[in-house]
């Protein structure tokens, strides 16, 4: 018997990434699509349908051989129901995602949120390969999160779980946040929280640094600049870099003092960093961590980059669908 497809989708404000995969979580063709966010992105069911549609045509397959679509987006999830609560940059508002993909597609659909998804990915086929019980955060713009607990996902009470971006850092003055408290750890360790500390370290203080003059010049700095500069010893990104990792080690000690993971797996933009990255927050970890906790847990780079949205995708459908 023919070897099934499955179909994984992530949904990102400027680009659709589609893959299909194989049952064992290869990637047998992947190809992306531009997001179309006009008339409140009503015609992103059916891009990804016809899309589909077309591929399976170029690769001279059937319909058929396909299991469903797992698919994620940028946004809270209505698990009852399939819908998107709410993108804002896809000008969705209580989005019925299932309900249309599946009416344009004919196959079965499984909706997540993109960093859930991305959370099973690299328990799949990626960093976390192998681990039932895993911690996921992806630092990107902002800062999301999954939960896998025994080999599935914490959608928790009304699918907030895994939302590691909003576990509270400052408890007293802290930088707003986009969800409306201050003080979250989205506001000290995403790309954007990473250049605010640094341009108040740089308003603060007068040592010489390389990113001073970069700063005076461009009024900015990049969080890349930032993290390079600390590979390279500079002094006020070393004391940007070890705010920032001070509070995701103990984050992550906090939560993972909760739920004793096997591995805890640091993705998104931010993570290109490395080791500048890995090793001082694997010692605040240790900090902060239960002694058995700290025993049973290893701290990771992610390794499947971008694909790890629809290796993930692939992986719901899998579980759910077949
Ligand atoms: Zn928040």
């Known amino acids: 018997m023919e070897n099934k497809w499955l179909v994984g989708v992530d949904i990102g404000g400027t680009t659709i990434k589609m893959a299909f995969l194989s049952e064992d979580g290869e990637i047998i063709f992947k190809w992306e699509i531009d997001t179309d966010t006009s008339q409140n ?41 399939g819908a998107i609560e709410v993108a804002v940059n896809l000008g969705w508002k209580n989005f019925p995602l299932k309900e249309f993909l599946e009416k344009e597609s004919g196959l079965p659909v499984v909706v997540d949120n993109d960093a859930n998804l991305a959370a099973l990915g690299e328990m799949w086929t990626g960093a976390g390969e192998g681990a039932n019980d895993l911690i996921f955060v992806t630092l990107g713009t902002g800062v999301g999160g999954g939960v896998i607990s025994n080999g599935r996902i914490v959608h928790g009470k009304n699918g907030a779980g895994g939302e590691v971006g ?48 970069y700063y005076e010049k461009h009024k900015t700095v990049t969080a890349k600049l930032v993290l390079d500069a600390a590979k390279e010893d500079d002094e006020i990104a070393k004391q940007v870099i070890g705010k920032v990792t001070l509070y995701l080690g103990l984050a992550l000690a906090n939560l993972a003092n909760g739920l004793n993971p096997e591995k805890i797996v640091i993705g998104g933009g931010v993570s290109r960093a490395g080791d500048t990255l890995l090793t001082p927050i694997a010692e605040q970890f240790a900090r902060f961590a239960f002694p058995k906790v700290l025993e049973a847990a290893e701290l990771t780079i992610a390794t499947l980059g971008n694909d790890a949205g629809v290796i993930g995708g692939a992986w719901l459908a899998k579980t759910k669908l077949s």
């Open 166 to 213: 909003h576990i509270t850092s400052i408890i007293e003055g802290g930088a707003r946040c986009n969800c409306g408290k201050n003080g979250c750890l989205e506001t000290i360790a995403s790309a954007t929280g990473i250049v605010r500390l640094a341009i108040e370290e740089l308003e603060r203080v007068d040592a010489t640094s390389q990113l001073r003059a």
């Open 41 to 81: 992105g009503k015609q992103i069911p059916s891009d990804i349908a016809r899309s589909i549609d077309q591929k399976l045509d170029e690769l001279n397959q059937s319909k058929s051989n396909l299991i469903g679509i797992g698919i994620g987006a940028p946004g809270p999830v209505n698990f009852a129901t």
